[in-house]
């Protein structure tokens, strides 16, 4: 069983930045590639970055490439989202989540733990 908190949530004014982390416990971050994933308001969760096991490959969603940064800590059991450039529709409920698969995957069903999620709010 793996527990993820996440922290780092807040309110920013549009082009401003946050760093999300989130903070594994009960097993080792290096056995799981790990996402974040954003949920607005009426909408359906959806996938944000991936970070594969050893960093060696990451995947993003098209509306934040450039702006966003995927990366881990293996050593602290820590995965981090760097966000630039904010903008309004950025607003969510951010979630993290970890999946045993090996293949870097964008698919919410592929992923076997989540964390209770950390609040973002852009103002324009």
């Known amino acids: 069983q793996v527990r993820l908190v996440e922290s780092g949530g807040g309110l920013v004014q549009a082009g401003g930045s946050l760093r999300l982390s989130c903070a594994a416990s009960?097993?080792?971050?290096?056995?799981?590639?790990m996402g974040w994933f954003r949920q607005a308001p009426g909408k359906e969760r959806e996938f944000v970055a991936a970070?594969?096991?050893?960093?060696?490959?990451?995947l993003y969603t098209d509306s934040v490439k450039a702006r966003f940064t995927i990366f881990r800590d293996n050593a602290k059991n820590t995965l981090y989202l760097q966000m630039n450039s904010l903008k309004p529709e950025d607003t969510a409920v951010y979630y993290c989540?970890?999946?045993?698969?090996?293949?870097?995957?964008?698919?919410?069903?592929?992923?076997?733990?989540w964390g209770q999620g950390t609040q973002v709010t852009v103002s324009s």
């Open positions: 009960g097993r080792t971050l290096s056995n799981y590639a």
């Open positions: 970070v594969s096991r050893s960093s060696g490959t990451t």
């Open positions: 989540a970890a999946a045993s698969s090996i293949a870097l995957t964008k698919q919410r069903d592929q992923y076997d733990y």
